[in-house]
């Protein structure tokens, strides 16, 4: 295979698929209750050096839960996938968990504004960074699904982008064209958030998927926090309805409002005024110090993250403003 | 006629730029204002996707985040990122609009870093989905102030494909044929491209400026078109709208 | 790119994604009604020499009645993806319609056997043939979804299968592996049967998905046939539900029971006893003739079929057993 | 002893192979035989797939197609083909039951044509899932009468791989390392392969047959273990539950 181009980026993670069968070969296929404590699951499933993906969309059913449980374990020299992370990112830059990271989008908060925090801790020269996009990862992430190496796209052609990837222009002996290889991405551990789960991992969402099929397929071990557990009769019930399956999946947390402060499509809107109170705190490296210490380090658990940040009353208010309950459409 | 900030003439310019029935994809913020202007005057049939996957929403609101709720609020599909990238990889998507940190005279992007790589002097947030965008959308669209910080002679780090060093560097790039820059929109006038050198081109200006000022807040030398046309101001159903309906808490128009 | 092996099979389509994307340039993005009759459907979309693709699997979730429309206007020399296809090339068989052939399986209806006809066709020297397996077809059409000439597959190697291919196999420039490549499909129609769309072609359905999702993703022209029209309210009320978005849909046809003989999950299961006479009668060259003019040709459309066929009487039974309303589970 | 007909005997052997907790890809017949008589014999917690798209389902009665609605009925999920066949890409799927038309020493499987292949003596399906399974599953297990026209020297056209040519043919053809045939069962014996030549060797007798009958009913010169075991017969409780409860209308064992 003639390489045209190649990125200089580090390729964190190997693409090679008979490595990754190998473990996936050990993983259990019995339908057993994987349910536990988000602290256990963590402690458990997460270790220090391993390369790690959220799901979700940054602030968009994303196991915000899971991530400050990751920073209050004090996990280390992580590997991580920064696509589209905003307040995911937030939340772990806060930490120092990670310490190279395939970026895609950080920093960031979309609308929002930046977060001085992960800023920072990017530009400390501590972390080590390959540059892809959004659909880079996605692919790289279909790859992984797919059980190959690699996928080939036609993006970041000519830019620095792929310059700064570890991807690999070649000649596609078909049609002569150029076009992008994306090398596989098995994270080593995932945590994607979902409405409902049965005991056995058999996982639902609604609203739009991101890339959390593929991310599920791809990792090596998968938890899952849900909103709700829900009986197996259930999944059986509507198997049309699954969109992961229990075989992917080490640990099922059922952990309400386990998005909060983002949004879950259907259950609550991010609470928008307590983001930007995460973003103005991260100026004052001493009130941030505070602001972690009563959020996180702490808190027991999400449960008492959510009290200190209005309980219940919030907890309504936002799944008003996320059903347009008050507003006419 | 109405007074009116940077931002409301920039999305409202962008906003007449979309015909009807065409796709586009969209970012939060101004982008996402000008879509829903557009559906809101010229365009009511545009159609709107988001790259997490949201696919022709009827947006309640504006959405704080291109994953949010609201991005597939009644909308035809709530899909996956690969549903909307795949879509505009096999061509699909007719216009996206992107913005950059900084921006050359061929339409490249840079929103990842400002100095070197692996210690930059700033970091950006990276692509996001502007490189995937601006690769396979048919029409890539802009919108930035207009200012030498942005414009600049030379992108610190090119993480979005314009036209890349000009004539038919993209056409040789291996990326999708026919898909470019299209128009980039600033608060004083509009560009697009001259088709050979694929230099960029001032064709119109907003009222109040003049070709000198567009040509003072560029880095680089602008080319000229034979004939410069008049933006017409933006009217005051625009206005309306646009602070009535698509952004009454002034989210974006009041940055 | 260094080609390692190749298959002499003939490539039936151009998998050159730019050509794709000049065509899907010109797809209207406007949500406007696309409701007509099947016949009308088959006969504007399906051109004599087009490379068909039908949705389903052999006999499930088959959109039947459009096969035998298209055999009843006679199409001929069309191209066909036959991945898993039983009774519907069965069908099609009976025609002649196609002259090409991209193989997975073909001929068998599985556990029920063998069709004569689809075998004396195939073994007629009249059909170009070119062998796949399932996944590589499913695979080819992941490509054509993904706007890209191809993607790389870990099957086949070493056999007969890929030398009859148009497959390649190359070395991964990642891992030093081999890999084959599955050069992109793109159907220039397509037949997709579903439960329930609206009139603009926004689809979904119950059940497995087989390679609907990407075959929807990757046709030139789609046409949706569909058990019941929706509001188009209902669409928005549950975007989640949506598998197939309407801009890839050029029609939409109502065709209660449209998959008969055939089985449609949560509606009615397979006519096994009609199926088996398809299969005994085939045997006879002229019972076969008379049993198509009954079946096909002298019929107006899929509703007369049925009619002929036990109508609303047998429609129920089937119901029955799909839902096993008499079988104690 | 209770009587049985070929058929049965297979499925009672086949199902014995698979242990408590694997997966296992399946087509229709025989093969859904076996793992629906594992599942209520020794494996309980077998996990059936169906190459379209099912995942684990509570089988109400034997499927017709690997695509009725029986194959997701009461299932952990109803996926896709990609689910399924990507599942088994990335390690996940232990075993796959097969058959075919025509198979050599090293397991290859013919399930494409015989003769010529541009105007065949006999057309057959072809590969199907096939190739897949054998390609991406651990183990592959064939489930086939024991006649000469089955067992050949050489397949006319090898469709669906076993161990290639022997030897390390497999490990350097590209195909997935690790996987490869395991057992062939047919109606007279159990057969695996030795480690080094991978050509194909008997293991174990049915009860009423011996080594020679094996032998002549088969193509090409079998190997045969240091130990031949003795096949245990179907027992009454799998005869039972294949007759009564698996395949009442004797589709698969009634052929």
Partial sequence: ?329 | MAEYNAMEIMICVAARELENGATVGVGTGAPCAAAMLAQKTTAPDLVIMFEAGGIYPTLPEMPISVGDSRTFYKAAMAGSMGDIMEACSRGFVDYTFLGGAQIDMYGNLNSTVIGNHAKPKVRFPGSGGANDFASFCWRMMVMTPQNNRRFVEKVDFLTTPGWLQGGDSRAKSGLPLGSGPYKIITDMAIMDFEPQSKRMRVISIHPGYSFKDVQENCGFELLKAPQLADTPAPSDEELRLLREEIDPYRYVIGR
Same sequence: chains 1, 3.
């Fill in chain 1, 1 to 329: 295979m003639n390489i045209i181009d190649q990125g200089q980026g580090e390729l964190f993670l190997d693409p090679d698929p008979d490595k990754a069968r190998e473990f996936f070969r050990t993983k259990n296929r019995k339908q057993v209750n994987k349910v536990m404590d988000l602290k256990d699951a963590i402690a458990r499933f997460v270790k220090d050096g391993d390369y790690l993906a959220i799901g979700g969309f940054g602030a968009n059913r994303t196991p915000i839960a899971a991530c400050h449980e990751i920073v209050r374990q004090k996990k280390k020299n992580l590997g991580f996938a920064g696509h589209t992370s905003t307040h995911d990112m937030e939340v772990l830059s806060a930490g120092e968990v990670y310490d190279r990271i395939d970026v895609a989008y950080v920093i960031g908060l979309e609308a929002r504004g930046l977060s001085p925090c992960s800023r920072q801790y990017m530009e400390s020269g501590k972390v080590k960074v390959t540059e892809w996009t959004n659909y880079s990862l996605a692919a790289r992430l279909r790859a992984a699904a797919m059980g190959v190496p690699f996928v080939p796209t036609r993006n970041v052609m000519g830019t620095d982008t792929i310059k700064y990837s570890a991807a690999k222009t070649v000649e596609c002996p078909f049609t002569g064209k150029k076009v992008v290889l994306m090398p596989a991405l098995y994270p080593d551990v995932s945590v994607i958030h979902v409405h409902e789960a049965d005991v056995y991992g058999n996982a639902r969402f609604r609203g739009i998927a991101v890339a959390d099929i593929d991310l599920a397929n791809a990792s090596k071990r998968l938890i899952i926090t849900t909103e709700r557990l829900i009986h197996s009769d259930e999944i059986k019930r509507d198997p049309s309805a699954t969109r992961i399956p229990y075989f992917l999946v080490d640990a099922v947390c059922e952990v309400p409002y386990g998005a909060y402060p983002g949004t879950m499509p259907y259950e609550y809107f991010s609470d928008e005024a307590h983001l930007r109170e995460w973003l103005n705190v991260e100026k004052d490296p001493a009130e941030f110090k505070a602001f972690l210490a009563k959020n996180i380090f702490d808190c027991k658990d999400h449960e008492e993250y959510i009290a200190r940040n209005g309980g219940m009353k919030k907890m309504l208010e936002l799944r008003a403003k996320e059903l347009l309950l008050f507003k006419e459409v």
